[in-house]
T-cell receptor, first 111, second 114 residues
Framework: RKEVEQDPGPFNVPEGATVAFNCTYSNSASQSFFWYRQDCRKEPKLLMSVYSSGNEDGRFTAQLNRASQYISLLIRDSKLSDSATYLCVVNDAEYGNKLVFGAGTILRVKS | ETGVTQSPTHLIKTRGQQVTLRCSSQSGHNTVSWYQQALGQGPQFIFQYYREEENGRGNFPPRFSGLQFPNYSSELNVNALELDDSALYLC?????????????FGPGTRLLVL
């Protein structure tokens, strides 16, 4: 079983749509959770950290359910510029500064 | 831009050769992590350097080795290249080891092994 699992997509949505991505992780000792965004042939960039209480950054909302080991990302009012691969990331329980990445979910926003 | 730079941007090698990739960390960052990203996959942790010492290693063979210099820049060396080593190699810098500090990625080096 992979440490971090995501639906690879692609998710094809029209501009203005709301889209949700989910992710599960296997190590219950993980302490930190993130969503990174990766544009085609570019490096990953931190989108947002994810907290148990849930957090929001503009059109983006992230949720963490520790009991179910489940992380989600909601994007409202999708823009063409949101088209990218979204990587779910947790820290390794043994080496805290080691990041464990999912394979990513592809989002394509179309006009 | 993150301030993390990597060189070269692209590289083509043949099986059995050796390669050295370089990374300059963001100012003020003393920790560098290296990741390998194969096509269609997420980045996989290779190892991390903190204050010139290896501080954690992923599931990669010993032919993957590294160095960190006093100015916190780092090198990744891969010996006896194999076809499966073809990937995007990313380095990420952060302020300190321990805990999941925010990591900033460089643009990566694309390695093709023929």
């Amino acid at each position: 079983r992979k440490e971090v699992e995501q639906d690879p997509g692609p998710f094809n949505v029209p501009e203005g749509a709301t889209v949700a991505f989910n992710c599960t992780y296997s190590n219950s000792a993980s302490q930190s959770f993130f969503w990174y965004r990766q544009d085609c042939r570019k490096e990953p960039k931190l989108l947002m950290s994810v907290y148990s209480s849930g957090n929001e950054d503009g059109r983006f909302t992230a949720q963490l359910n520790r009991a179910s080991q489940y992380i989600s990302l909601l994007i409202r009012d999708s823009k063409l510029s949101d088209s990218a691969t979204y990587l779910c990331v947790v820290n390794d329980a043994e080496y805290g500064n080691k990041l464990v990445f999912g394979a990513g979910t592809i989002l394509r926003v179309k006009s | 831009e993150t301030g993390v730079t990597q060189s070269p941007t692209h590289l083509i090698k043949t099986r059995g050769q050796q390669v050295t990739l370089r990374c300059s960390s963001q100012s003020g960052h003393n920790t560098v992590s290296w990741y390998q990203q194969a096509l269609g996959q997420g980045p996989q942790f290779i190892f991390q350097y903190y204050r010139e010492e290896e501080n954690g290693r992923g599931n990669f063979p010993p032919r993957f080795s590294g160095l960190q210099f006093p100015n916190y820049s780092s090198e990744l060396n891969v010996n006896a290249l194999e076809l499966d080593d073809s990937a995007l190699y990313l380095c990420a810098s952060s302020r300190a080891s321990g805990g999941a500090k925010t990591q900033y990625f460089g643009p990566g080096t694309r390695l093709l092994v023929l």
